[in-house]
């Protein structure tokens, strides 16, 4: 049996921080693991921590360039580096979340052509999703995106947001 992966298993902590509001406690922890994977690491590694970065950040900015990291290390990473680690999903199931993101930090900063590029993006990836929970909330919310963009005029974004 293989250990577990104990960079992954530190993720893992970090998005509970996140998830039961300790935001700030997991941009610490998420920053620490940063500090030693770094930007040239494991591009696994890299992939799930910023997207996991990403999502507890209070400025959209920073959000956008964590989820930036987040896609050009997912375009790095094997499907046999995941199973490894493992993922139970390929690669290619990672791009619909990445792609749903990355469109949605653009409309909340305006930049609708970016947004709705990367909602066409993660639309066109959809097919590597399952029909489980997961892929039905992935697939939710870029219909919900697609939605707000359909409603979004260029003079700037509605409120509401799906982050996944």
């Not at 999703?129 to 039905?136: A, M, T």
């Not at 992935?138 to 974004?157: C, E, F, H």
Request: negative net charge.
């Amino acid at each position: 049996m293989t250990e577990p992966d104990a960079t992954m298993v530190r993720i893992g902590q970090g998005i509970e921080l996140g998830g039961s509001g300790e935001r700030e406690a997991a941009r610490r922890l998420f920053a620490e693991l940063w500090e030693e994977i770094g930007a040239t690491g494991d591009a696994l590694h890299r992939c799930a921590l910023a997207h996991s970065m990403a999502d507890v950040q209070d400025d959209v900015h920073e959000e956008l360039l964590w989820d930036l990291r987040a896609l050009e290390a997912a375009d790095l990473i094997t499907d046999e580096r995941a199973q490894r680690a493992g993922v139970a999903t390929a690669v290619s199931g990672f791009y619909p979340s990445l792609h749903l993101n990355l469109g949605e930090a653009y409309r909340k900063l305006g930049d609708l052509g970016r947004a709705r590029a990367h909602l066409e993006r993660g639309l066109a990836a959809v097919g590597a999703l399952g029909d489980d929970g997961y892929g039905k909330m992935i697939k939710g919310a870029l219909g919900r995106l697609a939605d707000r963009l359909s409603a979004t005029s260029d003079t700037g974004p509605p409120a509401t947001a799906d982050r996944h």
